[in-house]
Nanobody, 122 residues
């Protein structure tokens, strides 16, 4: 599985961005998909995860109520809608694919995209 994330950019605090992650291959619908982020000098952290069908999701407390993860299995794409962005959301965002069940630990994910930079100015 190859993953390519895009949609990052520079946005003012309070603004919105939508990240997309396109997957190659025929196994997308059988994969749990997650979004993670890594700020400078910090470890990579969990943001959100979605089950294979899209029926189950988990969010980090720091983004709950502001971010929404979704997927379109017909398009082999997972999305992260980010609203009410804060300066602390600034990071490189990565999408990742793993085996079920849904999980928040990075070690549970086998495939990673290259990352897309999100910068929120205050």
């Amino acid at each position: 599985v190859q993953l390519q994330a895009f949609g990052g950019g520079l946005v003012q605090a309070g603004g919105s961005l939508r990240l997309s992650c396109a997957a190659s291959g025929r196994t997308f619908s059988s994969r749990v998909m997650g979004w993670f982020r890594q700020a400078p000098g910090k470890e990579r952290e969990f943001v959100a995860v979605i089950s294979r069908s899209g029926g189950n999701t988990i969010y980090a407390d720091s983004v709950k109520g502001r971010f929404t993860i979704s997927r379109d299995n017909a398009k082999n794409t997972v999305y992260l809608q980010m609203n009410s962005l804060k300066s602390e959301d600034t990071a490189v965002y990565y999408c990742a694919a793993g085996e079920p069940p849904i999980a928040t630990a990075t070690r549970r994910y086998d495939y990673w995209g290259q990352g897309t930079q999100v910068t929120v100015s205050s």
